[in-house]
């Protein structure tokens, strides 16, 4: 079945994925920089929105005492983000390294706006460990405890 994630880090994929295209099509060192972060990122971002990602779109009805109308499907979404966890994480370190050469590259090449778009990826992703992942995971097991799905 297809799951929604929630419109609001679709969206935030969408400009980030919009944004890295223009910039990897750029010149110079910061160009190069652009093209090995989207190498590392898109289908890194393909599997945050096949798996990590679509369990947050449950949290508004959980949070109002309901539970969403396809509790398996997002166990299910949430125990693979739990099994491919140290993967996600370590792609992570990897664009991170990659962000900090497109920072680097971008402030020699006097771009400043590509500095900040680099310091932003770095802080979304920052994000997913801090909050998103975590938030998705918690979710899994709360709706296996109210399903009685162990
Ligand atoms: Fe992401
Ligand atoms: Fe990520």
Do not use: N
């Amino acid at each position: 079945m297809e799951m929604k994630i929630p419109p609001s880090l679709k969206h935030e994929h969408g400009e980030m994925r919009a944004s890295l295209e223009i910039t990897a099509k750029g010149p110079g060192k910061s160009g190069e920089a652009a093209r090995e972060v989207a190498r590392l990122l898109l289908p890194h971002f393909k599997k945050e929105e096949e798996y990590a990602l679509p369990p947050l779109d449950a949290l508004a009805v959980m949070a109002g005492g309901g539970l969403p109308e396809e509790p398996k499907a997002i166990i299910d979404k949430a125990d693979r983000l739990r099994h491919e966890l140290v993967d996600m994480l370590r792609e992570h370190q990897a664009i991170a390294k990659a962000l900090e050469t497109l920072y680097d590259a971008a402030t020699s090449d006097a771009r400043p706006e590509l500095a900040r778009f680099a310091r932003r990826l770095l802080l979304h992703a920052q994000m997913e460990e801090q909050i998103y992942y975590p938030a998705a995971l918690v979710i899994g097991e709360y709706l296996k405890l109210k399903t009685g799905r162990g």
